[in-house]
């Protein structure tokens, strides 16, 4: 160890080693059944503080005394902090209550640089970080691990990159974004309440209806060892064996496999058998994974990243379990909802932005004729057909013109950003579950109409886009396009090619992008709407208001039942606040209070 410290508070880099093998890691099982696992051992630990003060060892040999009450940096602060709790609890690691932990992933996922620590290290210092000890460890015992001098000098390293990084970057690091970055972890902590016997009943429908279905499909064989019972090669040569040409495709409701279906009925319930078993073991996966992850108070962790999606700053799904993914529909008479179910005496309360991205997308382009109908009542897809003189009679338009309100919503969600008419046939139907169908001309008429009557979306693709043209000449290396309260969207690396197109990096180092007028308005409204959206998750948990998980643009609390309506207009009111930085702009929510989500 060295040091050059003396006394006072300092800023620590942290980094813990743990056993891990091919079959036992946090990739195979999810943090929470990783550190439950009686193999759970935790082998290093690294400190960097920048007073000058470094050390490498095992863990009950740790300074804590230098620990206490300090801030600590880790570059995935969740790990390393449900690690070291975790270590605690069975006598690995000497207590000690950190003032806060700081994680360098989130703060380079802000940044837009990519989250790992060898990538972030190498796009900022152009230094490569070597990883090889860390694979090197895989099968090893923790005390072949601490033997290991090049295991002690990788843990060591690791911190001291954590801890540049952290220098370089945490000045561009607002303190909404540390408190967001702090709050995912606590939320997540808290997590959902989950119902096992039932999403174990669950698990034991769906394996009844795989089981089922397979017996129906010719190529799938008792002992497994046939193709797999999704196999469309398997399907494609079964029925060429009966003289069949097979179907364009196994999508269930495409216009040409029910043309197929209606040809030959003989062979329909194959692609039935096909089509159920798909969901089935879909929702079977899900099922396990929650029943995996369930911890000892019997509730699953609500993991997600931070800055999951880096250009516009919105969370995505990690940790085995995708909680933007829950699936909505029934599968066989099962649901994943039903298993995220309420304690005895509590309820489970959800509210959700209604239109955000619809609205934002008005506002910043200035369509304040369509905002005024929205902010008077107007349902908003009756006020785009209004404005836009699709529609101009006195009663509402979901009672007097229904199918009419179908290809509004169509057009207000597939159309803001640029989508061609090829796609918007798709798209449309899509957005309104099947109830709009349109022809190639019909779509074509629809996006030639749309942009006609909404010329101050269509200016501002053309001058988002010009911007970015103009900016990449003078700092190529980072244009940066910024939302209303400031917050950054970086496009990295912009290049212009000889036809005028447009391409840049959104993570720094990553995969070129096609840049277009559209693709640009569309990251600035989900960025905006974030932003509206973050604010309310950091007044929600300040009102008192426990959050458990969120969801897009939604938020949910788990409270006591007497407290279930008080929560819920708290929630709607947090959420429709109009933010400081857009005054004017109509925010709608709406939610319920139910026994499960």
Known sequence: SRDDSKGGKNLIAYDVETVWSRRYSVATLGLDRYVKNPDFRMTLVSIVSDCGFEWVGPPQDVPVERLNGQPLVAHNAEFDSVCSRMAMSKG???TFTPSEWICTADIASYHQLP???????FELFGEHLAKDARDAMAGLSAEEIVANPQFREYALNDSRACLKIYNELSLGFPEKERLLSA????????????DGPLCQTFIDTTDKVMEEMEEILPWVTPDKKGADPTSTLALSKYLQMQGVAPPPSTKEDGPEVLVWKSQNPQHAPILDAMTRWRKANKA???YMGLILRTRPDRRVSTRFKYCGAPHTKRWSGTGGINFHGIPRDEVEGTSAKRCLKATEGRVIVSADLSQIEPRVLAYLVGDMDFLGLVRGG??????HGRATGLYNHDEPMKDLAPELRHLCKARVLGLGYGCGYKKFGQ???ALTGGKVKMTEAEAKKQVNDYRKNNPLIVEQWKALEDFVREQAKHTPECVVVQTRDEAPIRYFNVEVDGKGEITAQKVRGQGRTKLYGGLLMENLVQCQARQIFSDAIIRAEAAGLPVCLHVHDSITVEVAEQEGQAALDLLIQILTEEPTYMPGLPLAAEGEIKTHY
């Open 92 to 94: 690995q690691l000497p």
């Open 183 to 194: 709050l995912t972890r606590k939320i997540a902590s808290r997590g959902m309440p989950l």
């Open 378 to 383: 107007i349902d908003l897809y009756e006020a």
């Open 427 to 429: 798209v449309a139907e």
């Open 115 to 121: 989250r790992s620590l060898a990538g972030s290290y």
């Open 284 to 286: 079977n996966k899900y």
